[in-house]
């Protein structure tokens, strides 16, 4: 597939915020695809090409009341790897500076992450802190979660700086497979 990646045909943080809960099949997948067990109430939030679940909206809160620290999850092994190129290449601190420097997209920057923290709320309450994932709104941390961010919403600048550098994706076929 040349391209297996793409926002959400329908993203946007209504359509994320009403996502029903993952069913087994795909929690059983998600887990496959980042090597772990899943970690709190999810959704998927977009699927690849290949319809497996590529971003999954995670709860505000786990099960013990803990804040997780994203609302995106970025569950894809090969955008996992594109993106952590970026950052092992010092993507972040390029990209802090132009929001240091760049009135324009500091701004859109600071909206992205309000609507986040807006969105966020009405799933899980207020949490303790009040700013978003990935570094948002001051600076840039972790450019997995803008790219899962942008995939889910179309509503992260840096999250369409990722895909702009990442995209097309091409994936030669399922990362994981299915149990009969």
Request: aromatic share 4%.
């Amino acid at each position: 597939m040349d391209d297996a990646l793409r926002p959400d045909p329908d993203a946007g943080y209504a359509t994320q915020i009403g996502r029903p809960p993952i069913a087994a099949r795909d929690a059983a997948l998600a887990t496959a695809m980042i090597g772990r067990p899943l970690r709190g109430r999810s959704a998927v939030a977009v699927r690849c090409g290949w319809g497996l679940p590529a971003v999954l909206r995670v709860s505000p809160r786990l099960d013990d009341g803990t804040p997780f620290p994203t609302l995106f999850w970025l569950a894809c092994p090969l955008a996992n790897r594109a993106v952590g190129r970026l950052e092992a290449g010092g993507a972040m601190n390029g990209l802090s500076d132009r929001l240091a420097g760049d009135a324009e997209l500091a701004q859109a920057y600071a909206g992205a992450a309000r609507r986040y923290v807006e969105a966020r709320d009405k799933l899980g309450g207020p949490l303790p802190r009040s700013d978003a994932a990935g570094g948002m709104p001051h600076r840039v941390k972790c450019l997995h979660s803008l790219y899962g961010h942008h995939l889910a919403t179309r509503d992260n600048p840096v999250g369409a700086w990722v895909a702009d550098r990442v995209e097309p994706m091409a994936c030669p076929g399922p990362c994981v497979e299915a149990s009969p």
